[in-house]
């Protein structure tokens, strides 16, 4: 049975109540997967688009959470492809918004999650999925493995090794600002 809000005529679960239900995650999932912050609001109506599309076929082998992750996954591995063929190029940061001295902590949150960005954007598809969905997301593995749909062996081996390469990565890019701060 989906979760969900059910339509109070069908009692069948309704597009608009998974939206509801997992909006606010797949957007959060969609900009660790790579989805530039002017974007992520198209994206995920695109994602609920889908969802909306496929729901009639849903067979119910996962929970509808881990349906959705899976089709953020999807959407966020086309948009990154699309957005590599674009000719524009994007700046690399945004310009700096006035911080008060008192809102340091944000300005640090911020910067640890531009790095976590940075770090993710160097990682391929399946690692970044993974490593996104369990790290970030908290989802158990065994729902990671099917988001992915892969099996569950597949998926840890995945996590272990973006995990190696997040680690190498935030080491890397700090001994870089080291030198250049």
Do not use: N
């Not at 339509?7 to 608009?16: F, K, L, P, S």
């Not at 959407?75 to 957005?83: G, L, M, P, S």
Request: proline residues 4%; hydrophobic residues 40%.
């Amino acid at each position: 049975m989906l979760e969900g809000t059910p339509d109070a005529q069908t009692g069948d679960v309704t597009a608009a109540a998974l939206f509801h239900e997992h909006a606010a995650f797949a957007w959060r999932l969609l900009r660790r997967l790579g989805v530039a912050d002017a974007d992520t609001d198209d994206v995920c109506q695109e994602v609920f688009l889908t969802v909306h599309r496929r729901l009639p076929d849903f067979a119910g082998r996962s929970s509808t959470r881990t349906w959705v992750y899976g089709i953020c996954i999807r959407v966020a591995a086309d948009y990154r492809k699309r957005t590599r063929s674009r000719r524009e190029v994007p700046s690399p940061r945004p310009p700096e918004r006035a911080v008060d001295a008192r809102q340091e902590d944000d300005v640090a949150l911020r910067e640890a999650r531009a790095l976590l960005d940075r770090v993710l954007d160097g990682l391929d598809d399946d690692k970044r999925a993974a490593f996104v969905l369990y790290e970030i997301e908290e989802l158990p593995l065994r729902e990671v493995a099917l988001a992915l749909g892969c099996p569950l062996q597949t998926a840890y081996s995945r996590l272990q090794a973006a995990r190696g390469e997040v680690e190498h990565g935030v080491q890397r890019l700090r001994t870089k600002e080291d030198d250049h701060g």
